[in-house]
């Protein structure tokens, strides 16, 4: 097991927003680099190379066409997520830590199945949503609700499939924080799952380091590292205005700084993706800045 995050970080860029039911967080990963990610990140101590965005050749951002209602866009969000999951297998088999920005959340299909390829891995989903839909369930169609699920071995086989073997995770190596937004589908899976969710009136009551301590201890437990999947939207809206799918009642900034800093410390974080910034639906770019904040505060910058 790692014990700390000392090691050069690959930020890789995905310009995707196919998967949201909004446009706009295709500019999220130039907004957190406008924001100074790299020079902060450099600023503690860190190599880090940025490695530009996945290759999105072939795929227009812009159709108006639909594969199907119940997974929208889904042939060109495959295209981009098969390319991500290579440059993130890559850049751990090279022993380097993968960061990549986003984008809209289904790029978390690709981000985990290249952070599985070579080990046993866990992950924290920081996200006020469960995004643990399938083409059965998805009251929406839109890919980004169903990451999750198919990382856990459950949705469409072009989702599940990627990257190889499936499930790319087990269920009782995930672990939900500041989840508020639940469909009636990814409760009925949480519930056959058993899989372990912290509300934010859970983080309220206990307090956010005892949430993340008790969210390391499962996905960390049997396995060779923790992947970190960071919905801004995890976050309260006064705090991260610029998402497509805000829900009252989120954690609070400092506070999520603070679960960063405890993930961080633990040096089980092996690899991340902050998604779902959206400069079109932002204030004076308070969304990129604090995921630089949160990123920043993972790898130990005060």
């Known amino acids: 097991m790692i014990k700390s995050i000392h090691r050069p970080i690959d930020v890789i860029g995905v310009p995707l927003d196919l998967g949201a039911g909004c446009k706009g967080c295709r500019m999220g990963p130039d ?146 924080i500041g989840t508020r937004s639940l469909d009636a589908g990814e409760e009925d899976l949480i519930r056959r799952l058993g899989i372990r969710y912290f509300s934010s009136r859970d983080v309220n009551r206990l307090g956010i380091e005892e949430v993340v301590r008790c969210a390391l201890e499962l996905a960390s437990n049997g396995t060779e590292g923790v992947h970190l999947s960071l919905d801004m939207d995890g976050l309260d809206p006064s705090d991260a205005p610029g998402v497509g799918t805000p829900v009252s009642g989120g954690i609070r900034l400092q506070d999520a700084k603070q679960a960063m800093a405890v993930l961080g410390e633990s040096g089980t974080v092996v690899s991340a993706d902050i998604v779902e910034v959206n400069p079109a639906l932002d204030l004076r770019s308070r969304t990129a800045t604090a995921a630089v904040e949160l990123i920043c505060a993972l790898f130990g910058q005060k």
């Open 31 to 176: 907004a957190v680099r406008c924001a100074e990610l790299t020079a902060r990140l450099r600023q503690a101590g860190y190599e880090v190379k940025d490695l530009g965005n996945a290759p999105a050749d072939g795929v227009d951002m812009d159709t108006s066409a639909i594969d199907s209602e119940k997974a929208k866009h889904l042939l060109d969000i495959v295209r981009i997520n098969r390319r991500l999951n290579r440059m993130v297998a890559a850049s751990a088999a090279n022993g380097r830590f993968p960061l990549a920005i986003g984008g809209d959340h289904s790029l978390a299909v690709g981000t985990i199945a290249g952070s599985a390829r070579h080990r046993r891995i866990g992950v924290i989903w920081f996200d006020a949503h469960g995004d643990l839909n399938t083409i059965q369930t998805t009251p929406s169609g839109n890919v980004h609700g169903m990451s999750l699920a198919a990382a856990l071995g459950y949705g469409h086989p072009s989702l599940t499939r990627l990257g190889g073997r499936q499930p790319k995770i087990r269920p009782e190596h995930v672990a939900l």
